[in-house]
Every structure is written in structure tokens, then in C-alpha cells.
T-cell receptor
Framework: GQQLNQSPQSMFIQEGEDVSMNCTSS?????WLWYKQDPGEGPVLLIALYKAGELTSNGRLTAQFGITRKDSFLNISASIPSDVGIYFC????????????FGQGTTLQVKP | NAGVTQTPKFQVLKTGQSMTLQCAQDMNHEYMSWYRQDPGMGLRLIHY???????DQGEVPNGYNVSRSTTEDFPLRLLSAAPSQTSVYFC???????????FGSGTRLTVV
């Protein structure tokens, strides 16, 4: 089946550092999404990207839809302790009927 | 607004037992879905529904049944639980196929 490869699998950083994670696929995607999951909760949408090359910010978060439509990245600037959680990329492939595909997740830990 | 409500939050089953995970949404969303989340594997689609009376299989449907008798409710049934079904289950809903999904807070299921 279609897969999204997300990296890195985990990160342990110092408060104030910038963070970057990405997602790649062998298939073309129409939409890229980035979610954050806090412990014991469901994923919450952070950013949605709809066009190749699109760069979108949400506060300290910035995400881009790759030109090839096969990748996306998420950057978090000046990390704070509440950024801790699991970040998932997800997307709607161009080839299916709208089923959302998830990456494996990036676990972020921030040291105060 | 309640959004997507899942019950129960936690459940322990013995192998072979059956149970139903409940999911309800109050946003009048047509599209509803069930995912399971396992460590290192992201979220995988089990079943989905594009409207009342219509259901279809996702990536990992074996061992699970669903029905959609109303727009609001989308229960997930395990007919004979197996240890491999130990996971965290998330229900989600959206306005339609390919639209952004809102997730419930999850049900943590352990099968012993």
C-alpha cells in the first residue's frame, strides 16, 4: 500500500532550539497535513497544505508542500516545553478515493 | 461543541470476547472513520463511511465490523478479540471524503 516515510523517528532537543522533520513518499499527494498528538489525546491538525510549493506558517510552525508533491517538511522555531508530543504527517494520495495516509510519527522531547 | 466522542476511554478484554467501541459526532459530518495506532506505525485506517448506510474497508479491516445506521454514530465491533488487536483506536469525522478530519480522544484497548 501507499506509505509515508517520516523522519526522524524521535528527537530530544534543548528548549529554544529549532526543529525540523520531514515526510516523503514514492507517490504523488494532493494534500499534506501535519498533526500533533499530546499524550492520551487524539491528533490535532496543525497545518494543511494544498498546493505544490505552498509554504504556510502557524505561529512558530512552518510547513511546506514539496514541488514534486512527494514530500513535505515541518519546522518548529524556538521550541518550548509544551511542544512535546508526537508529530504526524498525513496526506491524501492523488491515486485513491480520499483515504488519509499517515506517517509513522516523530516523537519530540524538549529539555527545559 | 462536543465534536467527536469516543467511549470507553479504556478497556481490557479477554481473548475471544466481543465488544463495541462507540463513536458519535455532533457536527453533521458525512464522513466517519476508524483508525488504530500502534507504536512506530502511525495511524492505520480500519473502516470508513461516506454516509449513513454506506461503509467500506480501509487498510486493516480484518477482525472488525462497522455499521452506519445514523449520520451521528459509527460503532466499531470486535467479534472475537485477539491480542493482536491491542491498540489505541481513534474515530474521526469530516464534512466529506478528502476533507479535514477531526479526531476523538481515543480508546485504549488491551486484549489479554
Amino acid at each position: 500500500g501507499q506509505q509515508l516515510n517520516q523522519s526522524p523517528q524521535s528527537m530530544f532537543i534543548q528548549e529554544g532550539e529549532d526543529v525540523s522533520m520531514n515526510c516523503t513518499s514514492s507517490s504523488i499527494f494532493n494534500t499534506w497535513l501535519w498533526y500533533k498528538q499530546d499524550p492520551g489525546e487524539g491528533p490535532v491538525l496543525l497545518i494543511a497544505l494544498y498546493k505544490a510549493g505552498e509554504l504556510t506558517s502557524n505561529g512558530r510552525l512552518t510547513a511546506q508542500f514539496g514541488i514534486t508533491r512527494k514530500d513535505s517538511f515541518l519546522n518548529i522555531s524556538a521550541s518550548i516545553p509544551s511542544d512535546v508530543g508526537i508529530y504526524f504527517c498525513a496526506g491524501f494520495p492523488s491515486s485513491n478515493t480520499g483515504k488519509l495516509i499517515f506517517g509513522q510519527g516523530t516523537t519530540l522531547q524538549v529539555k527545559p | 461543541n462536543a465534536g467527536v466522542t469516543q467511549t470507553p476511554k479504556f478497556q481490557v478484554l479477554k481473548t475471544g470476547q466481543s465488544m463495541t467501541l462507540q463513536c458519535a459526532q455532533d457536527m453533521n459530518h458525512e464522513y466517519m472513520s476508524w483508525y488504530r495506532q500502534d507504536p512506530g506505525m502511525g495511524l492505520r485506517l480500519i473502516h470508513y463511511s461516506v454516509g449513513a448506510g454506506i461503509t467500506d474497508q480501509g487498510e486493516v479491516p480484518n477482525g472488525y465490523n462497522v455499521s452506519r445506521s445514523t449520520t451521528e454514530d459509527f460503532p466499531l465491533r470486535l467479534l472475537s478479540a485477539a491480542p493482536s488487536q491491542t491498540s489505541v483506536y481513534f474515530c474521526a469525522s469530516s464534512a466529506g471524503t478528502g476533507s479535514l478530519e477531526t479526531f476523538g480522544s481515543g480508546t485504549r484497548l488491551t486484549v489479554v
